[in-house]
Every structure is written in structure tokens, then in C-alpha cells.
């Protein structure tokens, strides 16, 4: 079902690291929207901090991994900076783990 793969599809963004920072993209709230169409294409929309160096690589990894979820046929990910993102979008790990808390 679709909300079997978004689920998996959280579960491979939160194996996905800013090379920098020791929290996956999922916890640090840089994932916007997910949807998955019945066709199985999956639409990311998400923001980086910044322009990193790494956003480049970043996204590829976040693309290949969601293109290789069990019913997922492709992955369009987009480059958003609507809205700006805060340090409150972070899950409470998140803010523990870079000492927010």
C-alpha cells in the first residue's frame, strides 16, 4: 500500500547523513513532503540548510535509495527553500544529538 512504502521510505531517509552533521536528513526536519503516486512514483520534496558542498551528493543518495524501495518506480526529488527551515523542524533527537536541548 501507499502508506506501507512512505513508511519505508522514512525508514531509508533516516539512513541518509549530511556529511557534517551526525543526524540523518529524516531528524534534522529537511524533509518537507513525501508522496507516492499509485503508480508507485515518489515525489520528495526537501531543503538544505544551506548550499552545501555535499547537496549535490546528498540528493542522489536520498533519489537512489528511495528508486530502490519494493514498489517504488522512480523518485523525483526537489530542492525546496519555502518555508525557511528552523532548528525546530528537528526531531528531539536531533536537537539532543547538536546539543539544542
Do not use: C, H
Amino acid at each position: 500500500t501507499k502508506f506501507e512504502i512512505e513508511e519505508k521510505i522514512v525508514a531509508m531517509l533516516k539512513t541518509v547523513f549530511d556529511p557534517e552533521i551526525p543526524v540523518n536528513v529524516y531528524d534534522l526536519g529537511l524533509i518537507y513532503k513525501i508522496d507516492v503516486a499509485d503508480s508507485g512514483e515518489a515525489t520528495i520534496d526537501m531543503t538544505l540548510q544551506l548550499q552545501l558542498p555535499a547537496a549535490d551528493f546528498i540528493m542522489e543518495d536520498v533519489r537512489q535509495k528511495i528508486e530502490s524501495i519494493d514498489g517504488v518506480t522512480s523518485a523525483t526529488i526537489n530542492l525546496v527553500f519555502e518555508p525557511e527551515w528552523d532548528k525546530d523542524m528537528m526531531s528531539e533527537e536531533a536537537k539532543l544529538e547538536l546539543g539544542f536541548l
